[in-house]
């Protein structure tokens, strides 16, 4: 009888490799964690691999459960008007779910949505929903030494619970994302208050209401030197500052976004101006400045003048600029725009009213790309424009967009424009967009009047 069949160097190589059960903790633990969903907060809602793998077999279950990273990271989704039962089930659920992350740092999120877009008083039903979000967010505080970072989409009412973050330590925390639905009244997020280590911070984002105040605001940024974004809706102090604010340099600072609004309590807009001319931002890329508060004229030309200097000293490291209401006129944009010489992607948001558009003939007509001369915004890519469209004709714009759409020596080519003013699209334009399409371009055009 002939000899077994000596194996193949495929078979014996599988052969070579350890049991599966017999693998190292460490390694299961990484090789469930790498398998996780790509989410940043995986849901703790959905049939996921998380939770399959503990259905496999006996032995999968005991080392999925013993694996606390697994179970460190999930969002919450939490119903207005949820069926019988939802809470209490979403309670249970993230307390088992917090139980077997052992003292693994947590990565957590909290989604709230609303049905409907109006927000009544706090009565009845919708009452019970916030007490029910309010719950969950005591659950959570309990853990909340061991939060990395912390995603929240909440009721403006339930905003008083995170008044336990003042508390803490929250030594671990490194990213904080807090958004508010509604404007009922509750009492603000005192940061000044919050005990935590702002230097780990990289990600911050508070667009809440009550607003922070821009105090509060300059307090993080001064403390938050590792800070790479910030997004922050903020509102003016509400007495007259005796010192300005001292210069901070945010040296990893990439993305910063300030809405600066109005106050119910009055306040001095002056503070909006201190803090621009406090910041040093060497590194940054994108910037988004919203100017949605009342000033004076005084106060305008401060804010606008100090605003402008911030973009001079970020000129060569900015790329993305977005400007909501700043009112500066024509020359003043383009004389902003010609020492910014790396923007790539450009917004200009104003009021659709003819009084306020400062987009002339003139600025248009500044980035039509000529065969000859220095380049306006060489590495302009997408343009997007809000304005009422009044002070310049459609012939300067299709004649713009069309030197632009192709790459032409050391101007970059224009990819899409989006146009959004008092005035509709005419023949002109959209018989000139068929052309543009095939060199890949995307035209967006819309209107609105207003009475």
């Known amino acids: ?24 903790t460490e390694l299961w633990t990484r090789i469930f964690t790498e398998c996780q969903p790509t989410d940043d907060y995986p849901s703790l809602h959905r049939t996921m691999l998380t939770t399959a793998i503990i259905h496999v077999s006996k032995q999968w279950r005991a080392m999925a459960l013993g694996c606390g990273a697994l179970w460190a990271s999930f969002e919450i989704a939490v119903e207005e008007y949820p069926c019988a039962g939802r809470h209490e089930e979403l309670q249970q659920r993230l307390s088992l779910w917090l139980q077997r992350s052992r003292s693994y740092p947590l990565s957590i999120a909290v989604r709230y949505t609303p049905k409907t877009l109006s927000f009544p008083t706090i009565s009845g039903q919708r009452g019970e929903q916030i007490k029910a979000v309010v719950r969950l967010l005591a659950m959570l505080l309990e853990h909340k030494h061991r939060f990395r970072s912390l995603r929240l989409r909440l009721p403006s009412r339930s905003l008083s619970a995170l008044q336990a973050l003042q508390n803490g330590p929250l030594n671990l925390l490194g990213s904080l994302d807090i958004e508010t639905v509604g404007t009922d009244v509750s009492p603000p997020l005192d940061l000044a208050s919050v005990n935590v280590n702002w230097t780990r911070f990289t990600t911050l984002r508070l667009d809440v209401y009550p607003r922070i105040p821009v105090d509060d605001c300059y307090r993080v940024l001064s403390k938050a030197n590792s800070m790479k974004s910030c997004v922050m809706t903020v509102e003016g102090s509400h007495t007259p500052r005796v010192e300005p604010y001292a210069p901070i340099t945010l040296a990893d600072l990439q993305t910063l976004q300030l809405r600066f609004t109005n106050s119910s309590l009055g306040f001095s807009s002056h503070s909006f101006s201190e803090l621009l001319d406090s910041l040093h931002l060497p590194r940054i890329t994108n910037l988004d400045v919203a100017c949605l508060f009342d000033y004076d004229s005084y106060s305008e030309s401060n804010f606008l003048r100090e605003l402008k200097s911030l973009l001079l000293r970020s000129s ?12 500066y006129s024509d020359q003043e944009l383009l004389s902003i725009l010609r020492e910014t010489p790396r923007i790539s992607d450009l917004s200009l948001k104003f009021p659709l009213r003819a009084g306020e558009d400062p987009i002339s003939e003139e600025f248009i007509r500044a980035f039509i790309s000529a065969s000859k001369g220095q380049p306006f915004c060489p590495h302009l890519a997408n343009f997007r424009l809000q304005c009422h469209g009044a002070r310049f004709t459609e012939v300067s714009l299709v004649k713009m967009i069309s030197s632009r759409v192709s790459q032409t020596g050391v101007v970059e080519a224009l990819r899409s424009f989006d146009l959004f003013s008092a005035r509709g699209a005419t023949t002109l334009l959209t018989t000139a967009s068929a052309a543009w399409v095939d060199n890949g371009f995307r035209l967006t055009t819309s209107s609105m009047t207003i009475l």
Do not use: C, W, Y
């Open 316 to 327: 060569q490291s900015l790329k993305t600029l977005s400007l909501t209401n700043a009112h």
């Open 1 to 24: 009888m002939a000899g077994p069949r000596r194996d193949t160097p495929f078979t014996s190589a599988i052969l070579e490799v350890p049991r599966l059960p017999s693998l190292p």
